[in-house]
């Protein structure tokens, strides 16, 4: 299969971030950059653990619940793909470059990410030193990683070189994520990630080249919205962009056959929301919208707070 596979089946088979189907097509070890900082696992770092710094014997701590969505799917559903990823944790990394375990299993927790478009999977929570930690990695696993797409399987090949391997063995792949956490002892915190489909697949020759971008923010702040054309008719495969205040792309999504999107998995505040008809994804693929009238490309700004939810009404493209 070329590049120019259609959108729907590019996206169906875009969203765990790891490796391959059955046979493990891992980047050549002399290719991968081996984490050389310190890793702090949750079963010496537990709430209420003693430190021998600390003299009332229990050490101050904050926690984090994660959640994990996916990015809507075009012209297609989980009903007739899968993407199977296993995932076996979140790590938060410090100023220092450390990791500290906030979830974890020996074990991959396989989830079919397609099937996460309304509903999030709940990976847990985990308790952190007091601080600021400037970003995350999400740990799965390439052996339980899979796609299946009208019944044919399709191996995942992990482009990226230079993601961190923790273990010598390097067969968990860390996916990082520009999550920056802040905390003070007692504080319960809540953050959302996303592991955006359409802008981390390629199918090319019978395999998935996947360019990991997983977006996430503090809380639980979504985007709602609606693309009709002049006419009233939906605009689908068009990119949204959520640019912050600095101009930095914060997340992106693509509206389903109906014209709808939900944007999730950035920090509250204030967003220019823009439609682009043509785009290019991370993973190289062009992005084209359906129905859109010639040179519409409307644009709103939006303040969302911690945890609501903010529909746009509808925007004529």
Not at 202 to 226: C, E, H, K, R, S
Request: with cysteine.
């Amino acid at each position: 299969m070329k590049r120019s596979l259609s959108l729907a089946i590019v996206t169906m088979i875009a969203l765990s971030a790891c490796t391959a189907n059955g046979t493990s097509q891992t980047v050549p070890a002399s290719s991968i950059k081996t984490q050389t900082h310190v890793r702090h696992l949750k079963s010496t770092t537990a709430k209420g653990a003693r430190r021998p710094t600390d003299v009332l014997g229990g050490a101050p701590r904050f926690s984090i619940d994660l959640a994990l969505f996916d990015a809507p799917l075009v012209g297609a559903s989980a009903a007739n793909a899968q993407f199977n990823a296993g995932i076996l944790g979140v790590d938060a990394i410090d100023q220092n470059g450390d990791s500290w375990q906030l979830v974890g299993s020996s074990t991959p927790q396989v989830t079919n990410l397609l099937a996460l478009q309304t509903t999030s999977l709940d990976l847990g929570a985990g308790d952190l030193p007091p601080g600021t930690y400037p970003a995350i990695q999400l740990l799965l696993d390439p052996a339980t990683t899979n796609v299946i797409y009208g019944g044919q399987a399709y191996p995942v090949h992990f482009v990226d070189p230079n993601h961190p391997w923790w273990d010598p063995t390097q067969t968990v792949a860390a996916v990082s994520v520009p999550l920056s956490i802040t905390g003070k002892d007692g504080d319960t915190l809540t953050a959302t990630l996303d592991f955006n489909v359409f802008q981390s697949a390629n199918l090319t020759d019978g395999v998935v080249y996947l360019t990991p971008t997983v977006a996430a923010g503090m809380g639980q702040p979504t985007i709602a919205g609606l693309v009709v054309n002049a006419a009233g008719a939906a605009v689908s495969n068009a990119t949204i962009v959520a640019t912050d205040a600095a101009g930095n792309v914060a997340n992106t999504t693509v509206t389903a056959a109906d014209g709808s999107f939900h944007l999730r998995a950035i920090n509250p505040g204030g967003y220019t929301i823009s439609v682009a008809n043509t785009s290019t994804t991370n993973a190289g693929v062009t992005v084209s919208a359906a129905g859109a009238d010639a040179g519409a490309a409307p644009s709103r700004y939006v303040v969302v707070g911690p945890s609501g939810e903010v529909n746009l009404g509808t925007l004529i493209d």
